[in-house]
């Protein structure tokens, strides 16, 4: 869960660092004062994408910091492990943009991706936006939502893959049978330039030792003389260096006898001595291992200019024709694949065959699912005034199969207008779309495994009656995991567990949005305050403390104070 979250220089935000309970807390103020900013903040730090205007005026960057408890997440520790980014019970995901809009991100201090803190949020936190119920008529949308209720995930990629793989093997045929003509003239043309470059037989490696041995033999005759006059100077001539090197040494070594002095010289030249010896043995296996060979010289010419020949018709280096050879093989494996119809039709049943498979076991599970998620969305559409309504997921064929599955996802309403059920966008009104997209986030959200859950302004288009009971709802998941919803609405904030006030002030000639907690006086002003404005009365206290007071639970904990 959610324990510390720290923010620098964030929009209007200089500075926050705010501590998170359990249970479910509320977040409220008038409207503006940055109530969404925290939302908005925490998402930063989850891996959402960064820009510029993210960081205060005047400011050089923007800093978001969020301190997770994972004991209890045992596939965030074996994730952590896997990407060696270990910590001790907790996690801690930190996101820095700077004023050009560049973003670094960190966990535990290590320098990560954005992808990074993306893969592991999606086992932390659950963000459902005020603009969700809009998202909710489209199909796509009502498809991923049935199948990450169902857990069909990781299915639905395993359909997708292979009709994409169904669909390339088809595309293969038919160019295959289209062009057939043009696909021959493209594989006899290949197969004469791979058997001229199999006949040339020609590696990278080697090119690299015909240079040397070509550099070698062209220069011979300079290097046996060199090889020549070098020993003449070091051993063979009468006043060659080894023998005066010799004499010196047998002098010294007889003189250190009066002066012990001149042993560590001795010893040098003795040294030298060794290390001459040796030059002149190396220097004597050459001038035999080096002679004039004009054939081989030759022969060694024509290799290089065959390779060079071929490297010019193919206008590379030579040193790239190998990686040329094989690229052509490759593609003259596909084109003898391509021009055996038969091959590729076998191919195509069996690609269709594994996608009807894959997609058959997820059309399963997503009826099964379907039935269930339909009658306990319309339990809690009944509990938001809506007992009218019946919500149901048909699943639609797709013709020919799609890359989805077999079946489109449509979410349906009756009840609301007529007994039949018909598409949600033709059905729902503004408030009733918000209710039912309430009902689906609470009953997926019942049915997530993320600790945390996070609702910006969900209840837009809710009120009297039904408002209270969302903030019934919303304190029922706060029993089984931490919750925490931005709200205006007064039924909502009432039932939370703690709640947090934002307010936004001017200082120093800038605007700036702050957050404190409030304890039960100031919850009954809050509360006040959002049932009746600015001029709150007693009237409007005693109707807060009864708010209050009706909450069908005690207050767990209070959140602790803004640092």
Request: net charge negative; glycine share 8%; charged share 25%.
């Amino acid at each position: 869960m959610l324990r510390h979250l720290t923010i620098r220089d964030f929009v209007i935000v200089d500075r926050l660092e705010l501590e998170f309970a359990t249970g479910f807390g509320a977040l409220t103020g008038e409207t503006g004062a940055g109530k969404s900013i925290l939302i908005d903040a925490l998402a930063l730090a989850l891996g959402e994408r960064a820009d510029a205007g993210v960081v205060r005026s005047g400011c050089d960057k923007a800093e978001v910091a969020a301190t997770f408890e994972v004991a209890a997440l045992p596939q965030v520790g074996e994730w952590l492990a896997a990407n060696d980014l270990e910590g001790d019970g907790e996690l801690l995901l930190r996101r820095v943009v700077d004023a050009g809009g560049r973003s670094r991100a960190y966990i535990n201090g290590s320098p990560a991706t954005v992808q990074q803190l993306r893969e592991v949020s999606d086992w932390l936190v659950d963000i459902h936006g005020q603009h969700a119920h809009q998202s909710l008529l489209r199909a796509d949308a009502q498809r991923q939502l049935l199948d990450a209720h169902a857990g069909l995930g990781g299915q639905a990629a395993q359909v997708a893959a292979a009709f994409r793989a169904w669909r390339e093997v088809e595309a293969l045929l038919r160019t295959a049978s289209e062009g057939a003509d043009a696909l021959v003239r493209e594989r006899e043309q290949l197969e004469w330039q791979v058997r001229e470059l199999e006949t040339l037989a020609f590696s990278a490696d080697e090119w690299a030792g015909l240079e040397v041995e070509h550099r070698r033999l062209g220069h011979a005759t300079s290097l046996i003389e060199g090889a020549q006059f070098a020993l003449a100077v070091l051993a063979d001539d009468d006043a060659a260096c080894e023998r005066q090197i010799d004499s010196v040494g047998a002098r010294l070594d007889s003189l250190s006898e009066y002066d012990p002095a001149l042993q560590e010289v001795a010893a040098l030249v003795q040294s030298v001595q060794a290390e001459l010896s040796e030059a002149v043995s190396t220097l004597r296996r050459y001038t035999d291992r080096v002679d004039l060979d004009p054939a081989r010289l030759g022969e060694i010419d024509r290799r290089m200019e065959a390779v060079l020949g071929a490297a010019r018709k193919y206008r590379m280096q030579p040193d790239g024709l190998p990686e040329l050879l094989k690229g052509w093989q490759q593609r003259l494996a596909v084109l003898d694949a391509s021009t055996d119809l038969a091959a590729l039709e076998t191919r195509v049943a069996a690609a269709r065959d594994d996608y009807m498979t894959k997609a058959q076991a997820l059309s399963a599970g997503r009826r099964q699912t379907a039935e269930a998620m339909g009658l306990a969305v319309s339990e809690i559409m009944r509990q938001l005034a809506l007992s009218s309504g019946r919500f149901e997921i048909a699943l639609l064929p797709a013709e020919n199969g799609a890359v989805y599955g077999l079946e489109q996802v449509e979410f349906r309403i009756a009840g609301l207008a007529g007994n039949e059920a018909k598409p949600l966008s033709k059905v729902a009104s503004g408030g009733e779309l918000s209710r039912i997209s309430l009902a689906i986030q609470v009953l997926t959200s019942r049915s997530a495994s993320v600790p945390t859950l996070i609702f910006d302004e969900v209840d837009v288009g809710i009120g009297g009656g039904v408002a209270e009971i969302v903030g019934r709802l919303l304190n029922e998941l706060g029993s089984e995991r931490q919750v925490l919803c931005v709200t205006h609405l007064p039924q909502v904030a009432a039932q939370a567990d703690w709640q947090w006030q934002v307010s936004k002030a001017t200082r120093d000639g800038a605007t700036l949005s702050s957050i404190r907690p409030l304890d039960q006086d100031g919850r009954v002003r809050e509360v006040a305050r959002m049932l009746g404005g600015v001029d709150i009365t007693e009237i409007t206290l005693q109707h807060a403390g009864e708010l209050l007071g009706s909450r069908s639970k005690k207050v767990k904990n209070q959140a602790s104070s803004p640092l």
